[in-house]
């Protein structure tokens, strides 16, 4: 799942006012900002192989520090910790700890039985398979996204023009971004795929951006 993290993490301006639309979407997306980093360092692996599923030819072989299920509710903790500590807003560390793990349970849903519960080399692993069929990926991802657009929307009312074209921007980059990952061609090879998957540091950026723009609406 791509586009449904960040629906998510838009509509979680809803019931998190506070924090920056930048921290609620780096809280959705924060394993997967973990995950190129170990990929890099080769703590984690991936293989690609065409037709692993309909949705994606990536093949996650190993990545229990980043996507084991226990590992990823420490990560809430800590992330919830570190904004408290920087914000002390307690009101607002249990929505993003729950961002933090519904990325994993987002993957649930559409990975294959490739997410570990704990992480062990022999832990149990989980996955309902979603991306055995494009329409129902493209369906449930879009639904998520469109809602959460919505709802974040409604939520908020621009300062200015930028406050309204960077938030369409940002909307419109992710819907290319995951049209061409649907039917754009593989990675030529596994190096780049975790350079690559560090540009989305500046979506994260584009989110504390938009933020500076837009205000709650009363």
């Known amino acids: 799942m791509f586009i449904g993290h960040f629906g998510l993490g838009f509509a979680a301006k809803k019931v998190a006012p506070k924090p920056s ?55 809430a903790a800590v992330f919830s910790g570190v904004y408290y500590a920087i914000r002390k807003d307690i009101k607002s560390i249990l929505w993003l700890g729950l961002l933090v793990i519904s990325h994993w349970v987002l993957d649930l849903i559409t990975h294959r039985p490739d997410l570990p519960l704990m992480p062990t080399s022999d832990s149990v692993k989980l996955g309902m398979e979603l991306w055995s069929s494009l329409a129902a990926t ?12 919505y709802l974040y929307v409604r939520t908020t009312r621009t300062r200015d023009k930028i406050g309204i074209f960077a938030f369409w921007g940002l909307v419109a980059f992710l819907v290319i971004i995951y049209i061409n990952n649907l039917f754009g061609p593989p990675p030529p090879s596994v190096e780049p795929i975790g350079y690559v998957g560090l540009a989305q540091w500046i979506l994260i950026v584009w989110g504390y951006w938009i933020d500076r723009h837009r205000d709650v609406a009363v």
Do not use: C, K, M
């Open 21 to 75: 639309l930048g921290t609620l979407l780096f809280a959705s997306q924060f394993i997967d900002l973990l995950w190129p980093v170990f990929l890099i360092l080769g703590w984690e692996t991936v293989r690609i192989d065409v037709g692993n599923t309909v949705v994606t030819p990536l093949d996650f072989e190993n990545y229990p520090i980043s996507h084991s299920l226990f590992a990823v509710i420490i990560w």
């Open 138 to 149: 493209i369906v449930l991802e879009g639904l998520i996204f469109s809602a959460g657009v």
